[in-house]
């Protein structure tokens, strides 16, 4: 940290609401009274890498990288533990978790394990289990359902045991970047601004994609204006003895629900429906989230005796991409690069794939005294295939045809184990899984014309489009 009263203790750092521009020369200035006097004759920065938010991206980022003896500072807004939606995991996350060697602890029960995911129509007729265990081309056979505020707070407290700076309570302003080094200023919790240099910046600020929003590259996914209502419930009814742990998933025309029990009693409940449907400020989310719960038979079913804990949260409109993920001394990770639909519970697994692979790649270009390198280039298209690997699927996903197909599988030519594969995370596409993958997606544009399986009914109650008054 480097606020005026450290700076003159600390020989770095810049005063409290100074407008001199310590980036011009990528030095640490005291500015007083409009004098900028330099306080250390390094024209080193202060950090190899300042991490914006200490999510899953960003804890794994600053791990790694401390692990490896780098000089790490991360800002994290919050306080931790705090809520955070997103508690589904994938079966491919259990690579990271080894690599950053928290199996043992993230294995020792605290975190219900999840072996499937079922899919079931809103009128709870028809449904399908895509179980891990059963995938040919799935390694990984099964993955966990976590309390984000416990898992989270793991691993930002694995960062800070290896060795990084966590400042909690940290918010982010701006970054300028130079030849020299980057610049992140910042504010702490009583209001001081204070000013640090590193090498690197992570962008690993989940939805908020600060650098993103500050470079104007932040980009809308067209078609995809959502809004999620969501919260925490006890006494659900969900699937039991050798199906408890899964996640369950009623899908309804162009809207959707989530049940994941994060505990034998507590289950995350969430609603995703079209932005059109919600009307922010106006349309009250604890009503709105009754409505569609008494019009679908299967959530009223599964929600008849739950008691809610907290309160309901809404999110909007969250899909986006952005145009770079890397430039010079900056590499993006996570949500920050990019979020989708979460349908599929990939975010998690990709934020902390991305923040492993973004801290080697900047780890490398350290050593090399680098600030733009080859491999960062190839971090951001080997990120952007993983992505569009679920995109696919999430894009179809909207639509009746991919429905249709997808929660009535027929067995034939193992379709059902190339989409497992990819749903549990499977990081390359062996050919085996990539020739049956398209022979999905024809056989999903075929279903538009011809009854390859039988339609569902889409205008009956329960799989009809959630039309909510204001
Ligand atoms: C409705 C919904 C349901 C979801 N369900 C799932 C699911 O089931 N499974 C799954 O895997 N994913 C799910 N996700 C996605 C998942 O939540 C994210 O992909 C995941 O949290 C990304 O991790 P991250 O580290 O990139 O970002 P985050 O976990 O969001 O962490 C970013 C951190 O940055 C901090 N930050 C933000 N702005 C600043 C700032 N200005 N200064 C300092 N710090 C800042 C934040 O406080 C936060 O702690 C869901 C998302 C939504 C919206």
Redesign the pocket.
């Known amino acids: 940290m480097s606020n005026q009263k450290d700076a003159a203790h600390s020989g770095r750092g810049v005063a409290v609401s100074c407008a001199c521009n310590p980036v011009e020369r990528c030095l640490p200035y005291l500015c007083i009274r409009g004098y900028h006097l330099p306080m250390t004759p390094s024209q080193s920065p202060s950090y190899d890498a300042i991490v914006?938010?200490?999510?899953?991206?960003?804890?794994t980022a600053a791990m790694i990288l401390a692990r490896q003896g780098r000089k790490v500072l991360v800002?994290?807004?919050?306080r931790f533990p705090?809520f955070?939606?997103?508690?589904?995991?994938?079966p491919y996350n259990r690579d990271v978790f080894e690599e950053i060697g928290i199996l043992d602890e993230i294995e020792d029960g605290r975190f219900v394990v999840k072996k499937a995911a079922q899919f079931v129509s809103g009128d709870g007729i028809t449904g399908a289990r895509l179980i891990f265990g059963e995938g040919m081309f799935t390694e990984v056979k099964s993955a966990l359902q976590v309390d984000?505020a416990i898992f989270?707070d793991m691993l930002l407290n694995r960062a800070r045991s290896h060795g990084a700076t966590v400042h909690e309570g940290?918010?982010?302003l701006r970054h300028d970047v130079t030849d020299e080094c980057a610049t992140v200023r910042?504010r702490d919790v009583d209001g001081v601004e204070h000013t640090d240099t590193a090498a690197f910046v992570m962008d690993?600020?989940?939805?908020?994609a600060?650098t993103a929003r500050q470079e104007g590259i932040r980009r809308e996914r067209p078609g995809h204006r959502k809004v999620?209502v969501?919260g925490h419930f006890d006494d659900v009814l969900m699937p039991e003895d050798d199906e408890a742990g899964d996640?369950v998933l009623v899908v309804r025309d162009q809207s959707w629900a989530?049940f994941?029990p994060i505990t034998e009693k507590r289950t995350s409940v969430?609603l995703?429906m079209d932005l059109a449907e919600f009307t922010p400020g106006k349309s009250d989310p604890e009503a709105l989230f009754a409505h569609i719960v008494s019009s679908t038979p299967e959530l009223q079913r599964r929600m008849a005796g739950a008691q809610r804990q907290g309160k309901i949260h809404v999110?909007v409109d969250?899909s986006f991409s952005v145009d770079r993920m890397v430039s010079p001394r900056l590499m993006r990770?996570?949500?920050?690069a990019g979020?989708m639909d979460?349908i599929f519970?990939?975010?998690?697994?990709?934020?902390m794939v991305s923040?492993r692979d973004a801290a080697h790649v900047i780890h490398a270009a350290l050593t090399a005294d680098e600030k733009m390198t080859a491999a960062m280039r190839r971090y951001e298209r080997e990120l952007r295939s993983k992505m569009d690997a679920f995109w696919e699927f999430v894009e179809h996903f909207y639509t009746r045809p991919f429905l249709e197909l997808f929660l009535q599988p027929q067995a034939r030519w193992n379709l059902p184990s190339a989409i497992n594969a990819v749903l549990a995370g499977r990081p390359d596409q062996p050919w085996a899984v990539r020739w049956r993958l398209r022979l999905f997606f024809t056989l999903v544009r075929l279903q538009r014309f011809f009854p390859l399986v039988p339609r569902l009914p889409w205008g009956q109650p329960g799989l009809q489009k959630a039309v909510v008054g204001g």
């Open positions: 914006i938010g200490g999510g899953p991206g960003g804890a800002l994290e807004r919050e705090r955070h939606i997103g508690e589904s995991l994938l984000r989270d940290a918010t982010f910042w690993c600020s989940g939805m908020a600060v999620a969501f996640t989530w994941i969430g995703v999110v969250y990770v996570g949500d920050a979020f979460p519970s990939s975010g998690v697994m990709l934020a923040g």
